[in-house]
């Protein structure tokens, strides 16, 4: 990298941390908050999700995948034999569901897709393999599903230190698999910065540095590609400007002594994220809370205060933008909130 390159990232960086002057907004007004019911944190990254078209919430209860509609009423559809590891919603009417499990000596992987309106399910991968000690090459690895940039649904297989992506196919939404593969996209981390890269692995390009040493959660882009977040950091990809939100919060809750932001995502109607911020004191103690953050005000909202909620965690964009799906004490909720 070129001298002056550096220079202007790094004033950059330090630009958007110590010259900027955001607001902690005091009015965020939530027109309806809506308990579904109990829910549990299954699984842990992200728990619960909208469907496409945004009239369904999904998430867990004993071993049980949900569906909620927007009044808040749920039914079970689906009951997990084994630990749900991801889910994605692949249509309005189907989800992609990875569960894992132990076997005497072994290990058992399932991808299936749950079609909501029979209740039946498809097998996409069903694995069992025994642990072999001296050739751990010979073991799969699957991972996913995951949502690419462009907002489809794919998984990955990985088997001798070589990665292939499918994509899981639909009875209700028409696509073209193939196409899929050659021109959607992942953001992977290399070892000197953040990559774009073909979901065939066709090609990739670096679109930013890599700041964090060790990323704790994947990076999420915005789907017209002009921001990316990850781990509390916030960049601007045209032109590498960047602002640490952790460093926008002054103080942390009574008891804590470190802070992080995790499951960051983009509003999909207005210039805003929404986060989780933890809190923990190193041991057990812990608190959360959701916020979002204004990209052109730099306004920061406490969801938990507007809503009266507490420790509110997960959080999701409806595709409005103007409902926000969380959990908080155990239930899940839906808070509507003023259009903007």
């Known amino acids: 990298m070129k001298g002056n390159q550096l220079v202007s990232i790094i004033g950059a960086v330090l630009a958007a941390i110590f010259l900027a002057a955001p607001l902690f907004a005091a009015d965020f007004e939530i027109t309806k908050v809506i308990e579904i019911g109990p829910a549990d944190r299954v699984p842990f ?36 034999t084994m630990f749900p590891q991801r889910y994605e919603w692949l249509s309005d009417n189907e989800i992609v569901l990875l569960q894992l499990g132990r076997l005497k000596g072994g290990k058992a992987t399932k991808l299936s897709i749950i079609d909501l309106k029979t209740g039946q399910e498809e097998i996409v991968i069903d694995k069992k393999e025994k642990f072999k000690e001296a050739d751990e ?42 196409e899929i593969l050659t021109t959607n996209h992942y953001l992977s981390w290399g070892s000197d910065g953040l990559y ?14 890599k700041l964090h040493p060790d990323p704790l959660f994947p990076p999420d882009q915005r789907r017209d590609g002009a921001y990316v977040m990850y781990s509390g950091t916030l960049m601007h990809v045209p032109d590498s400007v960047i602002t640490i939100i952790d460093t926008i919060f002054k103080s942390r ?44 005000s730099g306004e920061l909202m406490s969801l938990d205060s507007a809503a009266k909620l507490t420790e509110c965690n997960s959080p999701c964009y409806a595709p409005d933008g103007i409902t926000i799906g969380c959990l908080s004490d155990g239930k899940a909720y839906l808070i509507k909130r003023r259009a903007l």
């Open 45 to 80: 990254i992200q728990p619960i999700k909208w469907s496409p078209d945004g009239t369904k919430l999904s998430y867990f209860k004993d071993s049980w995948l949900m569906i909620s509609d927007t009044l808040g009423y749920s039914l079970p559809v689906y009951e997990a």
């Open 137 to 178: 090459n010979d073991s799969t690895f699957f991972d996913g599903p995951r949502v690419s940039i462009e907002g489809n649904i794919y998984y990955n297989m990985e088997k001798r230190k070589r990665t292939k992506s499918g994509i899981p196919k639909s009875k209700y939404a028409s696509k073209n698999d193939a």
């Open 196 to 209: 774009k890269v073909k979901l065939d692995r066709s090609d990739s390009v670096r679109i930013g540095p």
């Open 253 to 296: 809750p009574v008891n804590t002594v470190v802070c992080g932001i995790i499951f960051g995502s983009f509003n999909s109607t207005i210039p805003e994220v929404l986060f989780q911020r933890s809190c923990d004191d190193g041991e057990q103690y812990s608190v959360n809370g959701v916020w979002t953050y204004n990209l052109r």
